[in-house]
C-alpha cells in the first residue's frame, strides 16, 4: 500500500492535497486496492456547494458501488472529467487522479485530518 | 457440450441458405422500389444471418444447454432464495380458467381468478401478520417502492410533513436506499455491531422528527436474526416512525416469526424467492406489498373484496396510493404461489424454513474450519463466509467463486453484504438433500486444500467451461454489446 508524505488522509479513505484555500480530492491506494477494478466514476457538479462528509461522488468497481465522501467543506471549483471515460486511472495512478477541487470554506476542517504515519497506522488497524 | 464455445448466429450464417420451401407465387410480382418511395428504400443489405431449420434448433439448443438453472444443479446464490420451482404449480398456472382470461373480461365472468388473488392477500396476510395485501408489485424492490410511498402518504395524511429520511443499515440490500430515493427519501445509515445486528445506540442517536422510518431484512443480509427486533421496533415506533420488512430472507421464519407480530408496519414478499416461483430469466417476478390495519386505506387500488357470494375489484379507496402495476400484478405468478401455498399448507410451510435453516447451519459447521466465519453463531437460511484466510495464499473469493465453476456449480454471493470482507454468502434452500449438500461441501473443502497447495488452480480457473477467465473490468468499461459484420 502506497502513502504519500505530503497528504492528508481521512478515516473513509480519501486523500486530500491542499493547496492555498483549494483541496484536490482522491481515493487512496488502499481504497482502490480493496474496491478492485473500477468502471465506473460519478463526478459531481462544479458549483455545487458540500458541507463536510456529504457525498462527492461515486465509484463503482466489478465488485461493488461505494460513495466518496467530502473531508472539508466547500463550493466545487473543477472536477475531473477525464474519469468519466477512463475510470481505471484510479487503479492506475490514484494519487494523480484527484475527483474534484474543493474551494475550502473552512481550513479548520483541515487539522483533523490523518498525515501519512497516522493513515498507515489506521489502515493496519483496520485489517 | 458445456465446454465448446457457441460460434454466434450471424458466424453460422452461409450466404444464400434458408429454410423457407414456400410454394409458387400465384400473383403478379411488383418490384418493391416501384411500391415504397425511395426516401424508405434500405440502402444497405440486411445483414440477417441465412441458416437451415436444422442449424437454428441446434444453434438455439446448444445456448439452452449452456444455460444453468435449479433444474440443473445446486445454485446456492446467497439472498436469492434459489429453491426448486414444482412443476405442478406449471400446471395449474395453465389451466384454462386461468391462461384464457382477459383483464377487461367482467368480473362475474372471472370469479374463480378473483378468489385466488382474494385468498392469496388472506393467506398472506396470515402467514406474515399483516391485515391486507396488495398483489400489483411485479419485484421486491418494486414492493419496496409501494411500500415506502405507503409510509410517505401516511405521514402526509397526518400532516406530518418533517419525515423526510429513512433509516437503512449497513448491512441491506442496495435495493433499499436506492427505492427510499426513488420515492424521494433522504437515505440514513446504522451500522451493525459486532453480533451482526443493528447496532441500538447508533439508532437511538439517529432518531428524529424527521425519521419516517426503518428499513430492516430480518433476518439480515448476514443470515442473522436481529434478537433486538422489540427494542428496534419500540424505539422507532416512539419516535413515531414505522418499520419497513424487506421480505428477501422470509423463507427462514415462515410459520414460526411473523414480521406483523415483531412490530413491522409494511411487509414485502418476494413470490419468486419464498414461494417457490421461477426467478431467473426475468421470472417474471411478484412481490406483494402487506401492511398493518391503519396503513389498509393507503394499498395500491383495486384491491379485490369479497360481498355477498361476489367477488369484485374495489376502487372506492380514496387514500390510496394509485395503482403501481397495469392490471392486477403478475397474475400468472401468483396462481402459482397459491399452489405453493395449499400444497404445503400451514405445517408444510413451516416445515419448508426449518429445512432451509437446518441446511445452512449444516453447511455452516462442517465448512467453518475450512474458511473464515466472521459471525460465528447460530444463522437462519444461509451463511456468510469470507475468503480471508485464503488471502494469504494470494487467491481471492472471486477466485473461489471461479473454481465452483469447474464443478459444475453455480457460485455463491461474492462480495455481498458489503460489511464483511471477501465475503460469500451460501443459501443452500430447502429443496436440496443431505447428499448433494455433502457433494457441495466436498468440493469446497477441496478449494481450500488447492487453495493452500496449489493456488494456480483458482487464480487459472474455470477451465472446464466454453469460455475462461473473462476480462470483467474491460467488460464493463468497453462492453460490446452488438454484433457487426467484419469485427
Redesign the interface.
Known amino acids: 500500500m502506497k502513502v504519500l508524505e505530503e497528504l492528508k488522509y481521512s478515516k473513509e479513505h480519501e486523500w486530500v492535497k491542499i493547496d492555498g484555500n483549494k483541496a484536490y480530492i482522491g481515493i487512496t491506494d488502499h481504497a482502490q486496492h ?1 474496491l ?5 466514476v460519478e463526478i459531481p457538479e462544479v458549483g455545487t456547494e458540500l458541507n463536510k462528509g456529504d457525498v462527492l461522488g461515486v465509484v463503482e468497481s ?4 461505494s460513495d466518496v465522501y467530502t473531508p472539508v467543506s466547500g463550493k466545487i471549483i473543477e472536477v475531473n472529467e477525464d474519469l468519466t471515460d477512463s ?2 486511472n484510479i487503479n492506475e495512478d490514484p494519487y494523480g487522479s484527484w475527483i474534484a477541487v474543493i474551494e475550502i470554506s473552512d481550513m479548520s476542517e483541515t487539522e483533523e485530518l490523518m498525515d501519512a504515519n497516522d493513515y498507515e497506522r489506521f489502515c493496519q488497524e483496520e485489517e | 457440450m458445456l465446454k465448446k464455445e457457441e460460434k454466434l448466429v450471424f458466424e453460422l450464417s452461409v450466404p444464400g441458405r434458408s429454410t423457407n420451401l414456400l410454394p409458387k407465387c400465384d400473383v403478379d410480382e411488383a418490384e418493391i422500389t416501384d411500391m415504397i418511395p425511395d426516401d424508405f428504400l434500405r440502402e444497405d443489405e440486411t445483414c440477417l444471418p441465412e441458416l437451415s431449420e436444422v442449424d437454428v434448433v441446434r444453434h438455439f439448443t446448444h445456448l439452452s444447454q449452456k444455460n444453468y438453472g435449479v433444474d440443473s444443479g445446486f445454485y446456492p446464490l446467497g439472498s436469492c432464495t434459489m429453491k426448486y420451482n414444482p412443476k405442478i404449480n406449471e400446471e395449474v398456472s395453465k389451466l384454462d380458467g386461468f391462461l384464457k382470461v382477459h383483464p377487461y373480461q367482467l368480473e362475474e365472468t372471472v370469479q374463480g381468478c378473483l378468489e385466488l388473488l382474494y385468498k392469496t392477500d388472506k393467506f398472506l396476510s396470515e402467514i406474515t401478520g399483516m391485515d391486507g395485501f396488495s398483489l400489483q408489485p411485479a419485484a421486491g424492490a418494486h414492493g419496496e417502492m409501494a411500500g415506502l410511498m405507503i409510509i410517505k402518504a401516511f405521514h402526509e395524511k397526518n400532516g406530518d410533513n418533517k419525515r423526510t429520511k429513512i433509516i437503512v443499515p449497513d448491512s441491506a440490500h442496495g435495493t433499499n436506499p436506492a427505492s427510499a430515493a426513488t420515492v424521494g427519501f433522504d437515505v440514513v445509515e446504522v451500522k451493525s455491531d459486532e453480533r451482526g445486528g443493528i447496532d441500538i445506540d447508533a439508532l437511538k442517536e439517529l432518531m428524529s422528527e424527521e425519521i419516517a422510518g426503518l428499513m430492516l431484512t430480518n433476518p439480515n443480509t448476514l443470515g442473522l436474526f436481529d434478537e433486538n427486533i422489540d427494542l428496534i421496533a419500540k424505539i422507532v415506533h416512539d419516535a413515531g416512525g414505522l418499520l419497513y420488512y424487506d421480505g428477501a430472507n422470509a423463507n427462514a421464519i415462515m410459520g414460526i416469526s411473523r414480521p406483523g407480530d415483531m412490530g413491522f408496519d409494511v411487509v414485502h414478499l418476494n413470490l419468486h424467492k419464498t414461494f417457490s416461483t421461477p426467478h431467473g430469466g426475468g421470472g417474471p417476478g411478484s412481490g406483494p406489498v402487506g401492511v398493518k390495519k391503519q396503513l389498509v386505506p393507503f394499498l395500491p387500488k383495486p384491491v379485490v373484496e369479497y360481498d355477498n357470494g361476489k367477488y369484485y375489484f374495489d376502487y372506492d379507496r380514496p387514500l390510496s396510493i394509485g395503482r403501481v402495476k397495469s392490471f392486477y400484478g403478475n397474475f400468472s405468478v401468483i396462481v402459482k404461489a397459491y399452489a405453493y401455498i395449499r400444497t404445503l399448507g400451514a405445517d408444510g410451510l413451516r416445515k419448508v424454513s426449518e429445512a432451509a435453516v437446518l441446511n445452512a447451519n449444516y453447511i455452516k459447521e462442517k465448512l467453518k474450519e475450512y474458511f473464515h466465519l466472521p459471525y460465528d453463531r447460530t444463522c437462519m437460511h444461509e451463511v456468510v463466509f469470507s475468503g480471508q484466510w485464503q488471502k494469504e495464499y494470494g487467491v481471492s473469493t472471486l477466485d473461489i467463486a471461479k473454481r465452483l465453476l469447474d464443478f459444475g456449480y453455480h457460485p455463491p454471493t461474492i462480495y455481498f453484504p458489503l460489511i464483511v470482507k471477501e465475503a460469500f454468502m451460501v443459501e443452500p434452500t430447502e429443496t436440496e438433500s443431505k447428499e448433494t449438500l455433502d457433494e457441495f461441501i466436498n468440493v469446497m473443502i477441496k478449494i481450500a486444500g488447492e487453495a493452500e497447495n496449489e493456488p494456480e488452480m483458482l487464480l487459472n480457473a474455470p477451465q472446464n467451461t466454453p469460455v475462461l477467465r473473462l476480462d470483467e473490468a474491460r467488460a464493463a468499461r468497453k462492453p460490446v454489446l452488438k454484433y457487426e459484420r467484419g469485427l
Open positions: 480493496s478492485g477494478d473500477i468502471v465506473f466489478v465488485k461493488a458501488a475510470p481505471e
